[in-house]
């Protein structure tokens, strides 16, 4: 319906305009001539009566069909029923009588089938029956297409033709209604629509005046039927993620529209809808000149604290990984067109190092690479800060030398920049990222196993050392969970012996803690990401002697370990990291001599399931690997660069 008709499921008293006149025309039958057909002669019909009637049962046969017929009859049915001939009920509706055939009724409504063929219903026998909850005229209306297969919807009736054929369960009344609606969505009145078929079941075309929302929500949002909107429909709407708008804070400014309509009523809702807003995308300046000093968002305590929980998303950038994966107000709207991405980079097998950047997408299962890292690298760390900039730190040079270089990368730029090296060269080394600092653990500068911990100032551009830990170690695994480092397991002394060991360490009181539980085995060359405040601690070389598919899960709160469900492949140095909720491990070496996997695999919290779910261009070991948050449409297919790999040394 165009925005001048102003059609709406809300009673507004509209007239019928001329457009409408034939609008909704239904006819359910057709006229066609009346047709004999031939049919073979037989000479033998009925062989059990042969000797009775064999006079009767030879010569032609033709069987007749009048197309007609039906149609004749219910023209006949119907002249009867407005000359109130032959009527065995009445239905009454708002004092209004209707003369009818139960015939006739009970063939087109299942609701009246089921009256007058139950004998324990009282209306099956009585003469009159009494409706009520129907519009009269929409009752008459419907008499008449029982009899005649036609009705006439417009604008003024849609809404009672569409209540009355739902009771009476006319299905044919009820999808042509619903077309009618559905021809005519728009701005003005899609939200009524979809509020009057909710209300009559009508799924289809509840979600498709839903959908119609969604994509339209900036214009829909502007429209006065916005404001009288009751609280759980704009929750059902804003809490989609497939919400179309240009940014979060066009959300946040038409929920304060319907929050200033009727302050007073509304005020002990907003919270229930505010926490469906994603607070943690909206504009810093919206959100603290306008969300910050709404009134009823100061006064309600849900508010400050969804409030408080957005700033922190702000200001944390190096959380924001860990947030998002224990919220959906941090993951953005679809329309954003940001995709959580799988980046993988560098690594060796036997006889190469890898340059390359190879990047994939899970939800499309596509692959594209980014710009080339400077060198081929290997036994390297990276971390993702904010989910966009990517920090390598050391490895190995194509040379086999370890390195201290640091490097970033530029989304908007696609480009490697390089920062300050480390203070000390280090290659298998661990990796985490706390509140703006990236702390690089142990690793070996190839000569011995380093026990330094040093931490990069994103925000200075500056290397210091800032704690030892109990034993030099290489290949441990690195995460930061509530602001704690965790570095678990790792290869010791000059046999470089696998341990079980974890420790902790507390930035902000620069100590260690004592008495966090060890894993359930020693690993060495393992990878540890972090879901949902957990650490999931994957593969590696168990006891120096083999490669393991083993996994286990430790929970800070209650300082315990767990096994989960073991990996498909046993993997020994393979990269990993959190994708929309679900964990990837990548690569690795194989329990059998010379074999690196190609393989990517993903677990299922849910299912406590690993599935396979692609393969690497090449397998490898030695490889890192992050999550990236990128539109997927700006990364071109594919970056050719010069030397994507490089030989090994020989180091005989």
């Known amino acids: 319906m165009s925005s001048s008709s102003s059609m709406t499921p809300f009673n507004r ?7 409408f006149n034939n609008a909704g025309r239904l006819k359910m039958a057709t006229h066609y001539p009346v047709m004999t057909t031939p049919i073979t002669p037989c000479s033998d019909i009925n062989n059990n009566n042969n000797n009775n009637n064999n006079a009767n049962n030879t010569g032609a046969v033709f069987a007749h069909y009048e197309h007609g017929h039906s149609d004749s009859l219910l023209e006949i049915l119907n002249d009867l029923r407005l000359s109130r001939q032959l009527c065995d009920v009445t239905i009454v509706v708002d004092q209004r009588e209707y003369p009818c055939h139960k015939n006739v009724l009970a063939a087109a409504s299942p609701y009246f089938r089921a009256m007058f063929t139950t004998s324990e219903m009282s209306e099956s026998s009585q003469p009159a029956v009494t409706l009520n909850g129907i519009d009269p005229d929409a009752m008459s209306e419907l008499i008449e297409y029982a009899y005649t297969s036609e009705i006439t919807i417009c604008e003024n009736n849609v809404q009672s033709l569409l209540s009355a054929a739902n009771l009476l369960m006319m299905q044919p009344v009820r999808d042509a209604c619903s077309s009618f609606f559905e021809r005519f969505l728009d701005e003005t009145n899609a939200i009524g629509i979809n509020c009057f ?3 009559h079941g009508t799924q289809e075309l509840t979600k498709k005046a839903k959908r119609f929302v969604l994509k339209k929500f900036s214009q829909v949002a502007q429209q006065d039927e916005w404001l009288h909107v009751p609280a759980q429909k704009i929750v059902e709407f804003i809490k989609e993620d497939d919400l179309r708008v240009a940014s979060e804070d066009e959300v946040f400014e038409a929920c304060l529209r319907w929050l200033n309509h009727a302050p007073e009523q509304r005020k002990t809702d907003f919270h229930s809808i505010l926490q469906y807003i994603r607070l ?17 968002v100061q006064e309600d305590a849900i508010c400050r604290e969804l409030l408080h929980e957005a700033l922190q998303f702000h200001l944390l950038v190096d959380r924001r990984s860990e947030m998002s994966t224990t919220n959906s107000r941090f993951k953005p709207r679809t329309c954003s067109e940001l995709t959580e991405t799988l980046v993988f980079l560098g690594g060796e097998d036997e006889r190469v ?4 950047v190879e990047i994939y997408n899970p939800e499309r299962d596509e692959w594209k690479k980014l710009c080339c ?19 390598l730190c050391g490895g190995d040079f194509p040379n086999g030398r370890p390195s201290s270089e640091v490097w970033k990368y530029e989304q908007k730029l696609d480009t490697w920049i390089q920062l300050s090296d480390m203070l000390t060269p280090r290659s298998e080394l661990g990796l985490a990222l706390i509140d703006g600092y990236i702390y690089a653990c142990g690793g070996t500068n190839g000569e011995v196993r380093l026990n330094t911990i040093e931490r990069y100032s994103i925000a200075d551009n500056k290397w210091t050392l800032v704690a030892s830990m109990q034993i030099g170690m290489t290949s ?48 060495s060359g393992s990878t540890a990401v972090v879901l949902r405040r957990k650490i999931y601690v994957c593969g590696g070389l168990q006891s120096n002697t083999e490669n393991t598919n083993l996994a286990e899960v430790y929970d800070p709160t209650t300082n315990q370990w767990q096994f989960i469900a073991p990996m498909r492949e046993h993997r020994y140095r393979p990269g990993a990291a959190v994708v929309n909720e679900k964990i990837y491990v990548c690569g690795g070496q194989d329990e059998q001599p ?8 993903c677990y299922s919290v849910e299912n ?29 297919w594919d970056h050719v660069c010069e030397g994507e790999t490089n030989s090994l040394p020989d180091i005989n």
């Open 13 to 19: 008293g509209h007239h019928t305009t001329k457009r």
């Open 608 to 636: 406590d399931q690993w599935t396979i779910i692609t393969e690497l261009i090449c397998g490898r070991s030695f490889l890192a690997c992050a999550m990236l948050l990128l539109k997927w449409s700006d990364i071109l």
């Open 594 to 601: 010379g074999k690196y996997h190609e393989s990517v695999e």
């Open 476 to 523: 441990p695994a690195c995460c930061s969970v509530n602001g704690y480092l965790y570095i678990t397991g790792g290869a010791v002394l000059e046999e470089g012996d696998a341990i079980d060991l974890v420790m902790r360490f507390d930035p902000r009181k620069v100590e260690w803690s004592a008495d966090v539980a060890p894993m359930r085995i020693a690993r």
């Open 353 to 356: 190092v890898v340059r390359g």
């Open 197 to 199: 078929a909710e209300l």
């Open 373 to 391: 890292l400077p060198y081929a690298v290997s036994k390297h760390a990276i971390v993702s800060s904010g989910a966009s900039t990517l920090y």
């Open 280 to 296: 943690a995308f909206i504009s810093p300046y919206v959100l603290m000149d306008k969300v910050a000093t709404c009134k009823i």
